[in-house]
């Protein structure tokens, strides 16, 4: 792998984008790595593009500086897309990512195929920070690109709880927090705090949930008039499909909820038997083998039926499992 020099080599105008509903790893990877530009390629125009970062990576240093519409007709030099594991996950930026003179994709998805010019991808690594920082200079992460990267590596590692969590990982967080940053602050406000209502709903899914196959499975879901109801949005539903998976006896989760009628995003979880990467390509999506999602369509009970049906095949694979 190239190191973040080399692949800026002769460029002079750069844009970054993630995935949509970007989470912590993606807003994480592409504002380190926007702020690495500004700091050390001060002669490089950078942009960086998300859609609404959520105001818990309001911590991050310059998140204003998101755009979040593209207005000009503008053609980078290169356009470098983070945590994002399939050309139609790019967001706002596609149509960027299209027109570049050259693209780069840096990536921790086991499911990516690989569609830039030139990809950066390890599918074993926990964030796609973590990968990114392993193309960095570590002498010149600063305090605020720290605390980016510390934000991605915290979220897609679940606070080091995921198996994912290497002793590379844990090497680099201490490496992180040599810098200063206020890890235990940000692991509270962006990962853990709740808002009342989001913890309300927690309960209610929780509540309602259904145990399957034996109660290797559980099935959590949100309709849209419950949505409304409580007045909630599919980034208030974070740490549900989490708190799912902890249920002692479970192989895998299952949270769906309706983002437009009769269509839903589903989340799914596993506990390591499943590979759940392989279920969400199958239905169209993607992910890695213990977290993955795709969004489909039909009625709720549809959707459920469909995924366990598949879930089922593969414990049927294991030895004396049906
Ligand atoms: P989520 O359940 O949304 O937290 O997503 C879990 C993992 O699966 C993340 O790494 C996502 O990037 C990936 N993922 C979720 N939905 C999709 C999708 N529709 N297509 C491809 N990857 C997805
Ligand atoms: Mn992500
Ligand atoms: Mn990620």
Redesign the pocket.
């Known amino acids: 792998m190239k190191n973040i020099a080399e692949v800026l080599e002769n460029v002079k105008t750069v844009g970054i984008g993630g ?1 949509i ?1 970007p ?1 912590g790893d993606c807003v994480g990877s592409c504002m380190a790595l926007y702020l690495y530009i500004r700091t050390y390629f001060p002669e490089i125009d950078v942009d960086v593009y998300l859609d609404n970062p959520k105001p818990i990576f309001g911590h991050i240093d310059r998140i204003d500086d998101i755009k979040t519409e593209i207005k000009e007709d503008i053609r980078y030099d290169l356009f470098i897309t983070c945590d994002v ?2 050309r139609d ?1 790019i967001a706002l930026a596609g149509d960027l990512f299209e027109k570049a003179s050259r693209t780069v994709c840096i990536d921790h ?1 086991i ?1 990516n195929p690989g569609f830039a010019d030139e990809n950066h991808i390890q599918g074993e690594i926990s964030s796609c920070c973590e990968v990114l920082y392993g193309i960095l200079d570590p002498q010149k992460v600063t305090l605020p690109i720290a605390t980016a990267i510390y934000t991605g590596m915290i979220h897609d590692t679940g606070v080091f709880q995921y198996s994912s969590t290497s002793p590379e990982t844990m090497r680099i967080a201490g490496e992180l927090m040599k810098t200063g940053i206020p890890f235990n602050k940000i692991i509270d406000e962006s990962f853990y705090q709740k808002t009342y209502l989001q913890n309300q709903v927690m309960g209610r899914v929780l509540a309602e949930s259904i145990l399957l196959q034996n109660g290797k499975c559980i099935v959590g879901y949100l309709r849209r008039k419950d949505m409304d109801f409580y007045g909630v949005e599919g980034s208030d539903l974070d740490g549900i ?1 989490s708190q799912l998976r902890l249920t002692r006896g479970v192989e895998v989760a299952i949270f769906l909820y309706e983002t437009e009628t009769q269509t839903f995003k589903v ?2 979880r596993s506990n390591g038997k499943i590979d759940v990467s392989q279920i ?1 390509v199958f239905f169209g ?4 083998t213990r ?5 489909l369509q039909g009625s709720m009970y549809d959707v459920i039926n469909n995924i366990t049906a598949e879930i089922e095949k593969q414990f049927c694979e294991e030895p004396k499992q049906c």
């Not at 977290?291 to 969004?295: E, S, T």
Request: hydrophobic share 30%.
């Open positions: 995935h509903r989470d594991s399939a996950r998805h499911s499909v989340s799914l969400a999506g993607g992910g890695h977290a993955a999602g795709c969004d």
